[in-house]
C-alpha cells in the first residue's frame, strides 16, 4: 500500500471525522460506517488528491468521471443492506472501485460493470493490490446488467438513467433490491426498488445527483 506511516496515521484520524459526519448524517448501518472506517478511501483518487479524499466532495478520478461522495456511498450501501447480508451483488459504474470495495466487504460477491476501458484496467489493478478479492469487472454497457450471473439480491447504479433500465430489473431475485438515482442532470430521484411476492415495489429516498448512466460501451 502507498504512503508512509506518518501519512497513514493522517488518514486514520480523517477517517475517523468523516465516519463522524456519515453518523451526523444520518448513517445508521453500523457495518457500513465500519467498513468505511477501515477502507483507504484516498488509494482510491490520484495521490494530488490524497489529502481531499475524506472530505464529503466527488472528486475527479480521471476519464471525465467522479469518485461517488462518502455520504453516497455511504447510504446507497445502506439501502442495498437494509438489514441483510447480500450474496451476489451487481454494481453499474465501478469508477475508480471505491463503491465496489465496500460491497466486496459486505457481500459474497461482487459484479461491476464499466463501460470506460481504461477505468476498468486501473480499477482492476487497483483492487488487486488492495487485496480484494470478490470484484469482477467487465467492461460494458450496464444498461444490460450482467445477466450471466444473475438475478442478483442487490443491484447498485452510480450513474443516473432517466428511467429504470428493463434488464436491471429483469436480473433483480425476488426478496432483492436494486438502488439507483433516476432523472436528468439537476433533478435525479434515489430510488429504492424491491421485488416481493413477484411484485416491484418502489419508494424515493431522496434527491441526488450523479453522473449520468451513458449508453454503450467506451473505449
Ligand atoms: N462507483 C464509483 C462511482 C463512479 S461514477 C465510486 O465508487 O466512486 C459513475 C461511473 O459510471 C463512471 O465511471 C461512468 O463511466 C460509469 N458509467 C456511466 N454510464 C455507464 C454505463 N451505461 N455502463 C457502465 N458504466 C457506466
Known sequence: MRGSAGIGMTSQRT????????????????????????????????????TRAYEDTALPIGNGQTISQPYAVARMTEALLDGGRLAKVLEVGTGCGYQSAVLAALAGEVFSVERIGDLVRRTR??????????????????????????????????????????????QLAEGGR?????????GQQLLRISR???????????????????H???Q
Open 216 to 218: 454503450g460501451a467506451g
Open 178 to 186: 436494486l438502488i439507483v438515482p433516476v432523472g436528468e442532470r439537476g
Open 125 to 170: 489493478e487497483r483492487l488487486q493490490g488492495l487485496q480484494v478479492r470478490n470484484v469482477r469487472i467487465r467492461h460494458g454497457d450496464g444498461y444490460a446488467g450482467w445477466a450471466e450471473h444473475g438475478p442478483y439480491d442487490g443491484i447498485l447504479a452510480a450513474a443516473a438513467p432517466t428511467q429504470v433500465p428493463a434488464a436491471l430489473l429483469e
Open 196 to 214: 416481493v411476492d413477484g411484485e416491484i415495489k418502489q419508494e424515493v429516498l431522496e434527491t441526488v445527483s450523479f453522473v449520468p448512466m451513458v
Open 15 to 50: 477517517r475517523e471525522r468523516m465516519v463522524t459526519r456519515l453518523m451526523e448524517q444520518g448513517i445508521r448501518d453500523l457495518r457500513v460506517l465500519e467498513v468505511m472506517r477501515s477502507l483507504p478511501r484516498h488509494l482510491f483518487v490520484d495521490e494530488a488528491l490524497a
